[in-house]
Structures are given as C-alpha cells and as structure tokens.
C-alpha cells in the first residue's frame, strides 16, 4: 500500500496547465482536499485514505502519460475512482462542477464572457457567427444564387462558414500564432484546389465534393478544439463527443428557427409585405451563423448535454440494433440483397454513416470505467448487423461494377463502405472480446480514435483524388 509521501513523490505531475494556468501545486492542493474529505466520513481511518490516495495518484499519473494536463488527469482520476469507493463517487458528484469550471475557464476568464452575453461572448462567438453570416450573403449576391444554379456556392458553401467556426474556437481556447496559422492550412488548401479545379457544372465529381468537402473540413477543426493536442486519445474521444453535442444543438435550433421563419410567413401575409426574402435572407443567414453559435453552446453547457448523450444513445441505440437485425435476416432469407437498387445502395449508405456516428458517439458518451452491460451487448447487435448489411451492399457494388463499370460515384460509394466495414468488423471483434473480460473498454475507444484519420484520408482522397481521375466529370 503506498505511503502519504511516497504518493505525494510519485503523483506529481510538474508543469503548468495551459488551459488554465494551474501548476503542480493547485494538483496537490485538490488532491489535499480531496483527502480531507474522505477523511471527514465516518467510519473511514487514515490508513483508508492512505489506500485510496494511492489509487487516485496512480490514476493521475497515468492519465498524464496519456497526454492528459493536471486538471483534466484529475478529474477523471477521481471520477473513475467511483467505481473503486463509493466515498470518492460522491466526492465526483459533489465536486465535479467545480472541477469543470476549473478547466473550462482560466484564470482571467469572467463569467459574462463565458455563460453571457457580454463583450466577451460577442468578440468570441457573435463577432464569428455574423462574419459567417455576411460571408453567405456576399457570396450569394457576387454568384446570383436567384438567377442561375449555384454550382459554386454549392462547392463553396463549407468554405464561407466552418473557416469562422474554426476562428471562433482558436480564440476561445487560446490558440499560438503557429497554431494559428496550422488551422488555417487546410482551409486555404481546400480553398485553392476546389476553385482551380476545372469541374463540368453539375457534373458527378462536383456533386461529390461538395457533399464530402465539409466531413473533411470539419475535420479541420479537430487542431482548434484540442488546441494542437492531436496525438491524444483522450481529446481526439473530446472531438467525438463535441461534434455529436454539436449535432444536436444545431438540430435544435434549426427546428426553433423554422418555426420562427414560418411564424413569421403567416404574420406578414395578410400585410401584403414580399416574404420571399426570409427565404433569401434570414435563412442562409441563420444557418451560417448558427454553425458558431451551437458550437458555443455546447462548450458553455457541458455539464447539460453530457447527461443527454447517455440518454439520446441509450433511446436510439435499440432502435437501430432491431430495425438492422430485421433489416439483415429479411434481405438474406429473401434474397433481396442481390436486388439492390441505386437508390436503395444510397439509402443504406446512408444509414450506414449514421450507425457508424451512433457507435462512435455512444463510445464517447459511455463510463470507460463501467462494466459489460445490456447496452454493450445491445450495441454489439447493432455493430453486428450493420457489418452483415454492409458485406451484402458490398457484394451488390462489385456486381454493378462489373457489369457497368467504374463512376465517381461507385468509386466512392465502395470506398466508403470498405472503410466503414474495417471500422465495423475492428469494433464488433474488441466488443465481444470487452463482453468477455478480455480487453478493457479503453482498447475499443482506442480503436475508434486511431481510426479518426482514415475517414479523414478517405475525404481527402474524394475531394483530391477522384475528380483528376475522371477529368473533372
């Protein structure tokens, strides 16, 4: 059992935060606290507490040789000390608000401009969201999207907005001027190559482009969030947990917002008052600026949306694990998977992405400390049936192919089901093993963030690669 001392000489974790500013020794006065806490419950003696230090110490160093500053090592040392003592989950829960403005704020940092909506939210987000804004509304008056087929906008869209997102969370998180300078590298690339290149107006390549471009650029913003902290594991499963958070708060004011709009039709019609221009105006304007604003909010109430997402998965995750279970038996018992349309490949495709983000993202939002339970076997039925859906529309696409030959979009239809099937087939083999104790949950989250920049390779091969190999068609 290690020693007060002994801990104390093993759980140091020099340095200062970046994040906040805090060095070593606000570490040792939390863990000094945390401590006298435990020691203040009846029934527990020193030589406990010893025991307990120890464990929370190991933890803390632990996570710092995963990258991990000494806030954040804290952190989650103490909260995944819950499932070691019940005292110190109560010590979790008790303190963990605390604890995440800690690392939220630094030490400068007011609360106005962080939770308000004062100068300082306006020079960090508003200031963002409305340059996002005006940038579409030049754009589409430079273009004249109400006279022609926006082909440029439609390429360039992702280009006019996250390049913002991506100044917004830079700002926040106190990015070097190096670091950002590294941000703005892929959008100016982005920029340069899909504006050189010579693409035939509506052709398959552009549409492809358009459509990947910004999965990729959102990866892009992956350097910003974690303030170039790209090797981590712990914060790249971070970047996993803010776009899905941000999924759901744009989803969220995007159904305010239309109503809004749609309000606003009925109460200027009987005024006689042109409402074509909410469409024209207000619409693009708002999407663009909402991009900043749902990011701001996920960050300003972490605390909110980390409850919803065990929630949102534990809803959806059974759903989607029977609709693909009947999906998979039906179309092998009756054969219909080698009947498979273009327009039913797509919507598979399509549903496809989305049990793969369901599975990331319930990866993200899951206790690594928690043991296999209903949900993990329940997901795997979702893992599962995916994979055998996948092999049969990947069984269909190499017919099509052989019959028909190659197109972008074939090409790029069976380059994504290839990667999602690595990615399934990774996952389904690391949750049975989890399921029966022989690897712990952090080797599935690994598997998940490793993987992160082979999806981003495969965009990068969409919207680089394919169009010159067919000529821009």
Excluded: C
């Excluded at 500013?21 to 030589?47: K, N, T, Y």
């Excluded at 403005?101 to 400068?108: G, K, M, V």
């Excluded at 759903?319 to 219909?336: D, E, K, Q, R, S």
């Excluded at 273009?342 to 899951?366: H, I, K, N, P």
Aim: net charge negative; proline share 5%.
């Amino acid at each position: 059992m290690a020693t007060p001392d002994a801990a104390r000489t093993h759980g140091r974790v020099p340095g200062p935060n970046r994040h906040t500013g805090r060095r070593d020794d606000d570490l040792e006065a939390d863990i000094s606290q945390w401590r006298d806490w435990v020691a203040s419950r009846p029934g527990v003696d020193a030589e406990d507490v010893d025991e307990l230090e120890g464990h929370l110490r190991d933890q803390v160093v632990d996570l710092a040789r995963a990258g991990l500053v000494p806030d954040e090592a804290f952190l989650i040392a103490v909260k995944r000390m819950g499932s070691i003592d019940d005292l110190s989950h109560e010590f979790a829960r008790e303190y963990s608000g605390r604890m995440w403005r800690q690392l939220a704020l630094s030490d400068d940092a007011t609360s106005e401009s962080s939770t308000g909506w004062g100068v300082g939210w306006w020079t960090e987000v508003g200031l963002w969201a409305v340059a996002a804004a005006v940038a579409v509304q030049v754009a589409r008056l430079v273009t004249g999207l109400s006279d022609g087929e926006p082909w440029w906008l439609l390429t360039n869209a992702s280009l006019l907005v996250l390049p913002f997102l991506a100044g917004s969370l830079a700002q926040r998180n106190g990015l070097t001027r190096r670091q950002w300078l590294l941000t703005a590298v892929p959008f100016v690339g982005a920029a340069i190559v899909v504006n050189v290149s010579p693409f035939t107006p509506g052709g398959s390549t552009q549409i492809l482009v358009a459509a990947h471009l910004p999965v990729l650029l959102w990866f892009a913003l992956a350097r910003p969030l974690m303030a170039g902290e790209m090797a981590s594991r712990e914060r790249r499963m971070d970047f996993v947990r803010f776009s899905g958070e941000w999924i759901i708060y744009y989803t969220l004011i995007a159904l305010g917002g239309g109503v809004l709009v749609g309000l606003a039709v009925v109460i200027l019609e009987p005024t006689g008052i042109d409402e074509d221009w909410l469409i024209t105006w207000a619409l693009p304007s708002g999407a663009a600026g909402a991009v900043v604003v749902a990011a701001w909010l996920v960050q300003a109430k972490q605390q909110v949306i980390e409850n919803m997402a065990p929630v949102l998965t534990m809803v959806f995750t059974p759903l989607f694990a029977v609709m693909l279970a009947g999906a998979a038996v039906t179309y092998a018992i009756t054969g219909l998977d080698a009947a498979f349309d273009r327009e039913l490949l797509g919507v598979f495709d399509a549903m496809m992405v989305v049990v793969l983000g369901l599975v990331v993202y319930g990866t993200s939002a899951r206790d690594p400390s928690r043991p296999a339970g209903w949900m993990d076997r329940v997901q795997l039925v979702a893992v599962g049936s995916a994979l055998a859906l996948d092999v049969m529309v990947l069984a269909t696409m190499v017919g099509r192919i052989g019959a028909l030959g190659f197109t972008p979009n074939r090409v790029a239809a069976l380059g994504l089901n290839l990667v999602v099937l690595v990615n399934l087939a990774g996952a389904a083999w690391l949750s049975v093993r989890f399921l029966a104790g022989r690897v712990p949950f952090h080797r599935l989250e690994g598997w998940q963030t490793a993987y992160l920049p082979v999806f981003a390779m495969w965009l990068a091969i969409v919207v680089g690669v394919l169009p010159l190999l067919f000529q821009f068609t």
